[in-house]
């Protein structure tokens, strides 16, 4: 059975990003979000989901690339003099692996992030990390016993398979490989730590190797690839750019992705091809 999970990143991050979360969930085939709770635009992604029932919300740790929740003087190795995190994500995980007073001030602002998750009064549908850093090795153990206390379910397992993402879309032969076969080893160790822990994942991803141009054309021909087995698409809409969106996401194509996700072909694919919607809650039942 072909089971898929659609998700919006980054909810919260901007008014036009929570904008479009929501018009892609009313008026199309989006059902799940990931939010920044630290984010400019939270309070407003909160309330928007409290009036969608049907929207499963999980938590998007912000722990590179972002602003952290904790006080500069609890966190001081975690940020920079401008008191945001690193941007250097190599160095970084380097950094969360070896050094002890690291992984303290880590586990303090993955709490302080699922504290104010909790705090929404939002049912924790599922987490994942920006810059997927939930794959680190260091960061998936804190997110296990601390999300242990929070309910934790769910976590996304970014495993994109090489021969549906490359007969997709044609393009992208050697970073399709490697983001594949490259992984496995690390994948697998995941998936067996989750399981320990009673926390389910996905079985695929396709996003991975399209960030921020996942637009109808590509929504179409990954349906038509889909696997067996549960896979979640993530894209990154919204209404229009913001003035404050990461360098590294400026190219991002929001409004084609927006559009994929409200395109009435898009939707039609889904029932054709025989696909059933979930979301993470259902596979945990």
Not at 60 to 82: K, T, Y
């Given at each position: 059975?072909?089971?898929?999970?659609?998700?919006?990143d980054d909810f919260g991050a901007s008014l036009p990003v929570n904008e479009a979360i929501e018009r892609?969930?009313?008026?199309?085939?989006?059902?799940?979000?990931?939010?920044?709770?630290?984010?400019?635009?939270?309070?407003?992604?909160?309330?928007?989901?409290?009036?969608?029932?049907?929207?499963?919300?999980?938590?998007?740790?912000?722990?590179?690339?972002?602003?952290?929740?904790?006080?500069?003087?609890?966190?001081?190795?975690?940020?920079?003099?401008?008191?945001?995190?690193?941007?250097?994500?190599?160095?970084?995980?380097?950094?969360?692996?070896?050094?002890?007073?690291?992984?303290?001030?880590?586990?303090?602002?993955?709490?302080?992030?699922?504290?104010?998750?909790?705090?929404?009064?939002?049912?924790?549908?599922?987490?994942?990390?920006?810059?997927?850093?939930?794959?680190?090795?260091?960061?998936?153990?804190?997110?296990?016993?601390?999300?242990?206390?929070?309910?934790?379910?769910a976590v996304r397992m970014p495993h994109e398979p090489f021969l549906a993402s490359w007969r997709a879309?044609?393009?992208?032969?050697?970073r399709r490989w490697a983001n594949d076969v490259l992984l496995r080893p690390l994948i697998r160790a995941?998936?067996?730590?989750?399981?320990?822990?009673?926390?389910?994942?996905?079985?695929?991803?396709?996003?991975?190797?399209?960030?921020?141009?996942?637009?109808?054309?590509?929504?179409?021909?990954?349906?038509?690839?889909?696997?067996?087995?549960?896979?979640?698409?993530?894209?990154?809409?919204?209404?229009?750019?913001?003035?404050?969106?990461?360098?590294?996401?400026?190219?991002?194509?929001?409004?084609?992705?927006?559009?994929?996700?409200?395109?009435?072909?898009?939707?039609?694919?889904?029932?054709?091809?025989?696909?059933?919607?979930?979301?993470?809650?259902?596979?945990?039942?």
């Amino acid at each position: 059975m072909k089971r898929l999970i659609v998700t919006g990143d980054d909810f919260g991050a901007s008014l036009p990003v929570n904008e479009a979360i929501e018009r892609a969930h009313r008026q199309g085939i989006l059902n799940t979000a990931s939010l920044m709770v630290g984010a400019p635009a939270a309070a407003d992604a909160v309330a928007r989901a409290g009036a969608l029932p049907g929207l499963g919300v999980g938590l998007h740790l912000v722990l590179v690339c972002g602003r952290p929740l904790s006080p500069p003087e609890d966190i001081p190795d975690l940020i920079g003099a401008d008191g945001a995190f690193a941007t250097r994500l190599v160095r970084a995980g380097f950094s969360f692996f070896f050094r002890p007073a690291v992984r303290r001030q880590l586990a303090a602002e993955i709490r302080a992030q699922f504290e104010r998750f909790h705090a929404t009064g939002l049912d924790l549908d599922h987490v994942n990390a920006h810059n997927h850093m939930h794959m680190h090795p260091t960061i998936l153990g804190l997110i296990l016993r601390i999300g242990a206390d929070y309910g934790l379910r769910a976590v996304r397992m970014p495993h994109e398979p090489f021969l549906a993402s490359w007969r997709a879309t044609g393009e992208g032969l050697a970073r399709r490989w490697a983001n594949d076969v490259l992984l496995r080893p690390l994948i697998r160790a995941h998936r067996r730590r989750l399981a320990r822990a009673g926390v389910v994942c996905n079985d695929y991803v396709f996003g991975m190797n399209d960030n921020g141009c996942m637009d109808r054309r590509r929504l179409l021909a990954f349906l038509d690839h889909l696997p067996d087995g549960v896979t979640e698409i993530f894209c990154h809409p919204a209404t229009a750019p913001w003035p404050e969106m990461e360098p590294a996401a400026r190219h991002y194509r929001v409004a084609d992705e927006l559009a994929a996700l409200t395109d009435t072909a898009v939707a039609a694919a889904i029932g054709r091809l025989g696909i059933r919607p979930v979301g993470f809650r259902e596979i945990t039942q």
